[in-house]
Every structure is written in C-alpha cells, then in structure tokens.
C-alpha cells in the first residue's frame, strides 16, 4: 500500500489541527506507475461514511482502467476538492461544523508532490459550517469557499507556497425558501467564477438564489451585484457556464430541473431562457439532483439524479442556448453525487456515493451519449473527482 499515515479520528484532527501539527507524509515514490499515458484522480470523501481521506488513482488513458494508489489519511471529511491553474496544489474542504471549538468547518491546503501524494501546507477556518464547494481564481491568488450550514462564501488568499492566509472577504446570506425542511436558511452549495475572473456567481439552496458579486482579482474582494431567483422551492445547487460565455446551468437540487439562462458577462447578469426536468416521464420515486457538467466542445450537458441513480444528458443548441435531451444512463450505483469529464473528452466518471464506487463511461463526442465500459472501482463514499494530467 502506497501514502501510508497515522489515520486521525474527528477529535485527533481537532487536535491537531489546533496545534498546528498535521502530516500527509509518503512512504513510497509511485513515480513508476505514472506516465505520459495516465492521469491523476483524486478523490474526495466522507470519512465519517468509512473513508480514509482523500484518495488518489491512477486512470489509463487509452484503456480508461482505474487503478488505487492509495489514501491521504490525515484529513477528515474533504468532501469537496479543487486544483490551482498549474496543477501544483490540491484545495479541499473539511466538511466539519465545528473546528478549533468554532461553528466552522476548514479548508486543506496541499502541495502534489513529484510522486503524485499529497503533503500537507496548512489548514484555516471556513468561517462557516459544512463548507461543501471550492473554486480557485485564474491568477491563483485566492481560493473562494462556500459554506452550506453558514450560509455564506469566503475568499482565502493564496500565499506563494500554495498555502492559505487569513480571509480577505465574507459575505452572508440572509433568506429562507418554502421547504421547511431543507431551506429554514440560507444555504451556499457553490462559488464559481466566470470565464473573466470578473463576477463570482454563488448558488444558494436555501434562498433559491444565485446571488452573483463582483470580483477584484486584484485584492480577492466580493462586491454584491446582482441575484438571479429560482422557482420558490426549487433548491438550486450547481451552476455550469457554457464555454462561450453566453449561456449559464443551474442545476436544481430539490425539484429536479435544469434552468438554462442567458449570461451576461459585462453587467453579471442572468436571463431566464428555459427549464427541463431531469427525471423521465412516470418516475414517481424519491430523487435529489447533485452535479452538471458540461462538455469541453460545449455541445453537451449532464446532469446527476440521485434516487433514479442516473446521468441524464441534453444537447445545448448554440445559438440559443436551449437544451433537447437526449437519454439517461444508470449511474452505475447508487447515489451519483459527482462527475466528471477528462480533459481529453474520452471518459466521464461518476462518483456513486452510497454503493462506494466509481463507474467509467465511454463519451461519444458527436451525439454526447454514454456507454457504460464495465470499469469501476470501489472508494468508500466518493463524493468529489479532480483529474490532474501526469
């Protein structure tokens, strides 16, 4: 077994973290394994659900096989990850509600080492509980959280070691939304950036929002701008931009749709164009929607149900930004909390949180189908996929 550490509990974690003290340390180089021919997988877990860490696998690029090289065990539920522009330095939240004897969960700081481990640099505060998404700027200077249970984001600077500073920015929601249960608060499920590093669009489950600042790339500021509101109950939690600029996804987590939107990049704005469900006709179960993606050619989308267990796909027209659908595909297990796409467009691979595995998919580039290859693998609880290029 290779990245062999202590496993730290809940509490050693508080511990140590509190004292400054953690350690991601290899024992054994897997240069060997990587080649111009493979990638780099990691992912993110929920160790209180049988994980160790974060997990780190090695995918073929011509065959798609997945192999595990091992666990990055000092890290407690890093749920959610993220990788600067140059592929130095892996970001993950600590999905915790309570850190240093705060209300807060953390944000994990790492350097990729030659071999492909993961060596801790430092961790901080989220300032908010259950941080749950994570993006970095363009120019890599500031790493933007959003907390689920804080109903707010954060803006961290980026020292030059890849190592994280004390906040420079927080902004709190303030709402509720008609489902009692899920939306008493505000809840922020996501931060992104768009394409400019302009406008900073955060997606509040809570306050069916997508409340969008505007961004100082300079000085990591968030100024509040502009909001773009869902159907009352709706739950949006993900948003996709399209890679012309023109067009926005919304992924709604609680009453299953896709709003597309019109996405204006001078003012920050965003225009209603449609909505689609992302269940087929006479499914009656109970689903929650998780992830979407959409592809590098920007003629396809995917989307995650949670319940149905499937990936549903549309084709995006490119004029006016209207999705048609085109199938679901089983997830493969059950729970398909996350996905993703390589970079080369060859494989989507889907994280099946509660059947704790990753199942691979074949893409089909012109008609944006899937065909399940029979290649997985089991992580227990994966709930995040970055693909680093080796």
């Given amino acids: 077994m290779v990245f062999e550490s202590d ?15 953690a350690s991601a340390a290899l024992t054994r180089a897997v240069r060997p394994y990587i080649t111009g021919k493979s990638m780099l997988v990691y992912v993110g877990t929920y160790t209180s659900k049988g994980a160790e860490g974060i997990y780190v696998l090695k995918m073929d690029i011509a065959s798609g096989e997945l192999t595990k090289l091992g666990p990055i065990k000092d890290v407690v539920e890093p749920s959610f990850l993220t990788t600067d522009s140059q592929g130095r330095f892996v970001y993950a939240v600590n999905e915790t509600n309570e850190y240093e004897g705060k209300p807060s969960g953390a944000v994990s700081a790492f350097v990729i080492e030659e071999d492909g481990g993961l060596r801790l640099i430092n961790r901080v505060p989220s300032l908010g509980g259950s941080p749950c998404h994570l993006t970095v700027s363009a120019n890599d200077k500031f790493v933007l959280v959003a907390n689920y249970m804080g109903g707010n984001v ?19 929601h303030q709402g509720s939304g008609p489902n009692k249960e899920r939306q008493e608060a505000a809840h922020a499920h996501e931060i992104v950036l768009d394409a400019k590093n302009k406008f900073a669009l955060a997606v509040d489950l809570g306050i069916d929002k997508v409340v969008i600042y505007k961004f100082d790339p300079a000085s990591g500021r968030l100024s509040p701008n502009s909001s773009f509101p869902a159907k009352p109950g709706a739950g949006p939690r ?14 709604n987590e609680l009453d299953c749709t896709i709003t597309a939107a019109a996405y204006d990049s001078k003012v920050g704005s965003l225009t209603e164009i449609q909505t689609v469900k992302t269940l087929p006709d006479g499914f009656s179960g109970a689903n929650t929607c998780a992830e979407i993606v959409i ?11 949670r319940g149905h267990d499937s990936i549903v796909s549309f084709s995006i027209d490119a004029m006016t930004g209207k999705l048609s659908y085109i199938e679901h595909v089983s997830s493969g297990g059950t729970t398909p909390r996350n996905f993703t796409i390589d970079p080369s ?14 199942t691979l998919f074949s893409v089909d580039r012109n008609t944006g189908r899937l065909r399940p290859t029979g290649k997985k693998i089991d992580i227990p609880a994966p709930v995040c996929l970055r693909i680093i290029p080796f």
Avoid: E, M, T
Avoid at 7 to 21: E, N, T, V
Avoid at 295 to 305: A, P, T, V
């Fill in 7 to 21: 496993k730290l509990d809940r509490r050693d974690f508080l511990i140590a973290a509190g004292a400054g003290l």
């Fill in 154 to 172: 954060a803006v961290f600077p980026v020292h030059p070691d890849g190592g994280l500073g004390p906040n420079v920015d927080l902004k709190q």
């Fill in 238 to 251: 993900h948003v996709a931009l399209h890679p012309n600029g023109r067009f926005a996804y919304v992924i």
């Fill in 295 to 305: 592809s590098s050619s920007g003629k396809h989308l995917y989307g995650s149900n």
């Fill in 345 to 358: 467009g060859k494989y989507l691979l889907a994280a099946n949180q509660n059947s704790g595995n990753i």
